[in-house]
């Protein structure tokens, strides 16, 4: 596997000995694997040259792997990592056909915890998983989603106004976060962040939920970091996979860290 590795990080030709420095092994071990390689159709030598390169098949191989894989299992690996440095709940949802879906989530044991239904949308102005996602929509997208009537009041917190929800959303660009505070549900806390594509669009959003008394200011800074870290994770392993978005071609806009 590190042959592989050494391959297709030179991007192009490369040498035996130049592989065998680089995985530390003898160029005889080192041919022996690439003779292997060659004959399952992963790695063709040229023949003028001498030097290897990785082959189609692989690129196959690999394109198949990514097409196959769903956004949950890519990212669930790094909720459960989540979920055990803050403990509390995480969730997850994507960006389908003009709304913000829960397609999954890491629970605790504590009694009382954050609870969401999968396949339920998210409010795009009163949820931070529906504000982390709707920062990074463009605005026609956005306006669409959103509707012609006036914003639902869920609670006394909640954003009503589109003035409002324009001004909160530049926020969380800015912060790389977004942020409910009973905005949703009275007693609760939420901190979400965006995931992105290998193209750059909006996909999603991670969030970490919390009873508002469980969750000091400490650990709400605790959390926003975490969030922030983890949907970075996401988005980089995304990328690593070319994974890209099926709700059309518009650019989403990446918030760094």
Not at 15 to 30: G, N, P, Q, T, Y
Not at 148 to 172: A, H, S
């Amino acid at each position: 596997m590190r042959v592989l590795e050494v391959l297709a990080e030179c991007g192009g030709s490369t040498s035996l000995k130049e592989i065998a420095s680089r995985v530390d092994l003898v160029k005889s071990s080192v041919y022996r694997i690439l003779y292997s390689l060659k004959e399952l159709g992963y790695v063709e030598q040229m023949d003028t040259t001498g030097v290897y390169n990785l082959t189609w098949k692989m690129h196959t191989l690999l394109r198949k792997g990514a097409t196959q894989m769903t956004l949950l299992d890519l990212a669930m690996p790094h909720m459960v990592k989540l979920r055990d440095e803050v403990g509390e709940t995480v969730w997850l949802a994507e960006w389908r056909k003009g709304a913000g879906v829960v397609v999954g989530g890491v629970d605790v044991p504590h009694r009382l915890r954050f609870s969401i239904d999968i396949g339920s949308t998210v409010g795009l102005h009163s949820t931070a998983l529906g504000k982390a996602i709707a920062a990074h929509l463009p605005p026609e997208t956005l306006n669409d989603a959103l509707g012609t009537g006036k914003l639902m009041r869920i609670t006394p917190r909640t954003i009503t106004t589109r003035d409002e929800l324009r001004v909160e959303l530049d926020r969380v660009r800015q912060r790389g976060f977004a942020i409910n505070k009973g905005e949703s549900v009275e007693g609760l806390i939420a901190v979400a962040s965006a995931i992105f594509d290998s193209k750059g669009r909006i996909l999603a959003s991670v969030t970490v939920g919390s009873p508002i008394f469980r969750c000091s200011a400490a650990k709400q800074r605790t959390i926003i970091a975490a969030t922030k870290r983890t949907a970075a994770a996401i988005t980089n392993d995304l990328a690593n996979v070319q994974f890209e978005s099926a709700e059309g071609s518009w650019a989403g806009t990446a918030v760094a860290g």
